[in-house]
């Protein structure tokens, strides 16, 4: 059984940085790709960033330049290391795997599990 946790949110001003963590329990994390999601009330949520299991990644256009999405497969772990933050970077994140062997930029339905979330909020 997956399962995934997310820790690292808060809150911060406008220009700081948060490093987002996410442990992942079950089988074959190396095999999956991992992403990072938000949510806030108002847009819904987008895909943030994806790391492949060979370490290619792929980001949203609005966190490019500024956030970095990492694993740590030895340690079962992803990270979201997020910098220049804005008031819009505020959100509820998100970490998410997909079965094994489904490799990124399949969309979001490629993603079948997910955490509980962590708060995010930037203020100006």
């Known amino acids: 059984q997956v399962q995934l946790v997310e820790s690292g949110g808060g809150s911060v001003q406008a220009g700081g940085s948060l490093k987002l963590s996410c442990l992942f329990s079950?089988?074959?994390?190396?095999?999956?790709?991992m992403a990072w999601f938000r949510r806030d009330s108002q847009e819904g949520r987008d895909r943030v960033a994806e790391i492949d299991r060979d370490g290619s990644t792929y980001y949203a256009d609005s966190v490019k330049g500024r956030f970095t999405i990492s694993r740590d497969d030895a340690k079962d772990m992803v990270f979201l290391q997020m910098t220049s933050m804005k008031p819009e970077d505020s959100a509820m994140y998100y970490c998410a795997a997909s079965p094994p062997f489904v490799r990124c930029q399949q969309g979001d339905r490629a993603f079948h599990h997910w955490g509980q979330g962590t708060q995010v909020t930037v203020s100006s």
């Open positions: 079950g089988p074959g994390v190396r095999t999956r790709c």
